[in-house]
């Protein structure tokens, strides 16, 4: 089956930039959409089909897709962005949908 | 208001069923995809199943055979109904519009199903 791989955790100061990583094999052909997931709450979609913004989403979040590469990055970083990112593709081969182990962001 | 509700759920024993139900409104749920997905205890996130448009299911690998999504269009509803429940089922399960290709792009609260004895 389809594995993504994030790193665990990244940290980062008030308004710098957080690039999240989400690793899988020949990611750059599958649409990847990215959720935002803070305690008690439901999951909030922030990208989808790689780089696209849903209504109400800062521009200052942004993505990209290559390769065995897709990246979430967070630029000029802000306390509420403090939360889990998580991507997920539909793999077409098992015609599942497959999320990444999440990477927490910490806002220091 | 666009919106997903869930309902249902709750404790059960190992072995036991439940029901989920979800009820969509502001939006025609009749030719999208939805699905549910779960989040257990400290852990991420977990795609379950997804109802396509024209009827088609598919289920993750760790439920296929135990739990049926099912769809009333008239009614603005999907369930999925939960069979052989085991420990490791226990989880916050969200009902979400979206699913194969596309994003989940809206979400129900969520709803808690503990399977403990």
């Known amino acids: 089956s389809y594995v993504l791989t994030q790193p665990p955790s990244v940290s980062v100061a008030p308004g710098e930039t957080a690039t999240i990583t989400c690793g899988g094999n020949s990611i750059g052909t599958k649409a990847v959409h990215w959720y935002q997931l803070k305690p008690g709450q439901a999951p909030v979609l922030v990208l989808y089909y790689d780089t696209d913004r849903p209504s109400g989403i800062p521009e200052r979040i942004s993505g990209t897709s290559s390769g065995h590469t897709a990246t979430l990055t967070i630029s000029g970083v802000e306390a509420g962005d403090e939360a889990g990112y998580y991507c997920q593709v539909w793999d077409r081969a098992s015609e599942h949908s497959v999320f990444g182990p999440g990477t927490e962001v910490t806002v220091l | 208001e666009v919106q997903l509700v869930e309902s249902g759920g709750g404790l059960v024993q190992p072995g036991g069923s439940l029901r989920l139900s979800c009820e969509a409104s502001g939006f025609d749920v009749s030719d999208k995809y939805m699905s549910w997905v779960r989040q257990a205890p400290g852990q991420g996130l977990e795609w379950v199943a997804c109802f396509q448009g024209d009827g088609k299911t598919y289920y993750s690998d760790s439920v296929k055979g135990r739990f049926t999504i099912s769809r009333d269009n008239s009614k603005s509803m999907l369930f999925l109904q939960m069979n052989s429940l085991r420990v490791d089922d226990t989880a916050v399960y969200f009902c979400?519009?979206?699913?194969?290709?596309?994003?989940?792009?809206?979400w129900g609260q969520g709803r808690l199903v503990t399977v403990s004895s």
């Open positions: 979400v519009n979206g699913g194969v290709i596309a994003a989940f792009d809206l």
